[in-house]
């Protein structure tokens, strides 16, 4: 048995157990990623007019993490059954999506930790800031993001034959690009697309507990900086946690694709760790709205028991008035 095919049994032997990694963690990301989303949607959208603090941000993120959860469905279909029945077209829109939702995840973290960063250091600066910036920021971090993404699926092969078109997702074939192409492309993606955004994160960290070091701060400002360092140590725990490993494991398991890296052991370890850093970026999903119910006082009012009554007392009792209302008309016509 030569090399090559002791290395193709190896792979073999792994896909099953990759699989029910994959089928197994999206199974469990997609109730509370589902639910924590759309919550967190609704509770953004009535927080926007009481708040500056980044909401704008807050409810990009969590539309980036509901795209990716509606699509886990689809996901854990085709790692159930290893087949995918559902056309090239929708299985690249898919693995698009999961690169859309990590970036502009990334993007919008590092958002709010500057956004929360700054107006703790200039509260009257912000104090008549109008939320179309966060707007307009946010449309254009939507834009380069989308655009940038599509660099994905543009770099998996769509020319197989029809016998293959059942594979998705990890089992897409990657287009045959040379060494030094890969490593500048991997360079810049890196290092924009993680690095940079890790190191604004800590830097915002590092000066919000610089600023807790006041020698006679005032309670009102402790306790806003309290709250400002928590959600930015919880953003740069989540960089850490979600998005550390699969950057740190995509190089590597670009190489294995394109069969620069000959060890069949080496690519044995490189494609399970990058299964275990793939579900681990998927993760975010649902840590998002953990994110925001901790770091976020208006989040747990609006979501504790008497608030939710009241709002649906509050919901009910216009429904009477309307119909009512609409009673009348009829009876007056």
């Known amino acids: ?118 107006f703790l250091l200039h509260p009257f600066r912000f104090h008549d800031c109008k939320q179309k910036y966060d707007l307009y920021i946010s449309i254009s971090g939507w834009l380069i993001i989308c655009l940038a993404c599509l660099l994905f699926p543009l770099l998996r092969s769509n020319d197989d034959p029809p016998s293959h078109r059942t594979k998705c997702f990890v089992d897409l074939p990657t287009r045959n690009v040379n060494l030094a192409q890969s490593v500048v492309m991997m360079t810049i993606g ?29 309670a009102q400002d402790l306790g806003e900086k309290k709250k400002a360092l928590k959600m930015i140590l919880i953003c740069a725990g989540v960089f850490l946690i ?12 670009f190489l294995v694709k394109s069969n620069e890296i000959k060890s069949c052991l080496a690519r044995r370890v490189i494609l399970i760790f990058h299964s275990v850093a793939l579900c681990l970026a998927s993760l975010n999903s649902c840590l998002d709205p953990i994110i925001y119910y901790f770091t976020t006082d208006e989040f747990r009012r609006r979501l504790s028991r008497q608030e939710l009554h009241d709002n649906i007392k509050l919901h009910a009792k216009s429904l009477v008035s309307n119909h009512t209302t609409s009673i009348v008309s009829t009876e007056l016509c």
């Not at 708040?51 to 509606?70: E, G, H, P």
Request: glycine share 4%; with cysteine.
């Open 1 to 118: 048995m030569t090399a090559n095919d002791t290395c193709a049994e190896i792979n073999r032997d792994n896909t099953d157990s990759r699989y029910f990694i994959y089928a197994v963690t999206y199974t469990v990301i997609l109730v509370p990623g589902l639910i924590g989303n759309i919550l967190a949607l609704w509770v953004f959208y009535g927080y926007m007019k009481e708040t500056k603090r980044a909401v704008i941000f807050m409810i990009n993120l969590a539309i980036a993490d509901l795209l990716q959860v509606l699509s886990l469905p689809l996901r854990i279909f085709y790692y159930l059954n290893h087949d995918w029945p559902f056309g090239s077209g929708l299985c690249m829109f898919c693995f698009y999506l999961k690169y859309v939702n990590m970036y502009a995840s990334i993007y919008f973290l590092v958002c709010i930790s500057v956004r929360r960063f700054w």
């Open 242 to 253: 979600c998005f550390a490993p699969y950057h740190f494991s995509f190089p590597l398991d």
């Open 190 to 218: 890196e290092l924009i697309g993680f690095i940079t955004p890790l190191l604004i994160v800590l830097f915002c960290t590092w000066k919000t507990v610089l600023s807790l070091q006041d020698k006679y701060p005032v």
